[in-house]
């Protein structure tokens, strides 16, 4: 949800005497680092728990998915956010990070996503036991501030690279009626 819908619900559960949101659930991953900007700061104003999906970049960050090379993650085959160069660039960068550190991408990627300290938890995402017991061997991994000063140079902080496939895209950016004036009253006389 845009911040700016986080309070405007706050505004109108208070004004109704209604309960508040109490959590958020938005995509957040060192390849999708939007929230960072204003989603996570609000979050954090209001109180509320903010639990993310798509910490693994929807599987970009498994180390199974490289620049050049077939990959098993099935979705690759339908979903753009796959075949978009500036992200297949950042993981070819994150992936020697993940070696020189002795973490995983799994284990990397996870870390990272709850260092923010915004952030309540982070869905897995696991569809098998062996995924499951990976992404578990991880919980105790956390990254040293060298490690995510690197990351932040690969990924600048509050910044996406490319869009997620399922990420929510506002009316206003979608249908060109909210954000152009009708024809006629385009000119500033």
Known sequence: ????????????????????????????SILNRGIEREALPVAQRYGMGVLVWGPLGQGMLTGRVRRGQDTDVRRAKFMTAFTDERRL??????????????????????????SHPAVTSALLGARTMAQLDDLLAGVDVALSDEILDRIDEIVPPGTDIGTLDQAFVPPAILRTDLRRRPAGERSAA
Do not use: C, N
């Open 1 to 28: 949800m845009p911040p700016s819908s986080l309070v405007e619900a706050h505004w109108a559960a208070e004004r109704r005497g209604l309960e508040r949101f109490r959590t958020e659930q938005p995509p957040y």
């Open 89 to 114: 660039a950042a993981v070819e960068k994150l992936i020697p990070l993940a070696r020189d550190a002795g973490l995983s991408m799994t284990h990397l990627a996870m870390a990272f996503a709850i």
